[in-house]
């Protein structure tokens, strides 16, 4: 394969985690991401939830990750058919695959590289995600607790991004109920749809967005084919511990105080709740 090359932009460190922003790629111009080669790594990896995800049908922004009206098709057949039968296919943990693990690990190390050293202490372990959708499929309004970066590299779309630090959009109520278990607990408001960020993304772009930051996407004419970069963050690992245990306070009736406002409190809340799953792994082993 011929060389991996990302643009470097200051937003790379300036805006790492903090807002979303564009860059280029070239993944686009390398082959490996045609159709037949995704094929065969789905058949590689198999069907298990670890390793892929599908759905078939005609999705709308507000609906659930799960979502999906159509007749159900095997993965195989929802990724040899992806122009025409309205589906979204993932592939998931690409990075341990022998012949694409190489490449994802050279674009990790590339990201790492144009991030910096704040995203070098932050970042824990990395993953990589195929994403294959068909034209005009909707990928609803969700949102992740990992960072990401997008690259497009078959296909258009529209992207739309939120920012995640307007409680408006993004409640601490909902991010303690995604935190507490609910994939879907983030809540699209269409009146808000004018303070996204959009992005017009076409072969050869790609978007970083941070974690928790609300998004939505609508593929346009053709088949899509993105990689999704992510890793998971220990500051965000910590900041969830705090939202999953405010989460049970505020369905005792109380009003937690969200994680970063008090450095005590949250201690706190996190060492009780090592401490409640110790207690629960003695209590099974009884």
């Known amino acids: 394969m011929d060389r991996i090359e990302i643009d470097s932009c200051e937003c790379f460190a300036q805006c790492y985690n903090r807002s979303s922003f564009p860059f280029r790629h070239n ?7 045609e159709l037949p080669s995704l094929l065969d790594l789905a058949e590689r990896q198999g069907q298990t939830a670890t390793y892929a995800h599908w759905s078939n ?109 307007d409680r408006s959009i993004l409640p601490h109520e909902e991010l303690e109920n995604y935190f507490l278990g609910d994939m879907n607990g983030a809540i699209f408001k269409p009146e808000r749809e004018p303070d996204a960020r959009s992005y017009d993304l ?21 088949p899509s084919v993105a990689l999704s970069i992510n890793w998971d963050l220990r500051s965000v690992t910590s900041a969830g511990r705090v939202y999953r245990f405010n989460g049970r306070l ?13 450095h005590w409190r949250d201690s706190v809340k996190t060492t009780t709740l090592e401490l409640l799953h110790q207690a629960a792994r003695i209590t099974r082993g009884m």
């Open 27 to 33: 993944l686009h111009e390398h082959g490996m991401f």
């Open 250 to 262: 505020r369905r005792l009736g109380l009003n937690p105080v969200p994680p970063g406002m008090s």
């Open 57 to 165: 049908g005609r999705v709308n922004v507000e609906d659930r990750w799960e979502s999906g009206s159509g007749p159900r098709y095997s993965l195989r057949q929802s990724i040899r058919d992806i122009a025409v039968n309205n589906s979204l296919a993932v592939l998931k943990h690409v990075e341990r695959d022998a012949i694409f693990g190489p490449v994802i690990n050279a674009i990790q190390e590339q990201v790492l590289g144009l991030a910096g050293a704040q995203m070098r202490d932050d970042a824990t372990s990395g993953r990589g995600t195929l994403l294959i959708a068909s034209p005009g499929r909707i990928t609803s309004y969700h949102i992740d607790a990992d960072l990401n970066f997008l690259f497009q590299i078959r296909g258009d779309k529209l992207f739309r991004v939120f920012n995640r630090d």
């Open 202 to 222: 076409r072969a050869g772009c790609g978007v970083h967005v941070p974690c928790m930051s609300g998004h939505w996407a609508r593929n346009l004419d053709s």
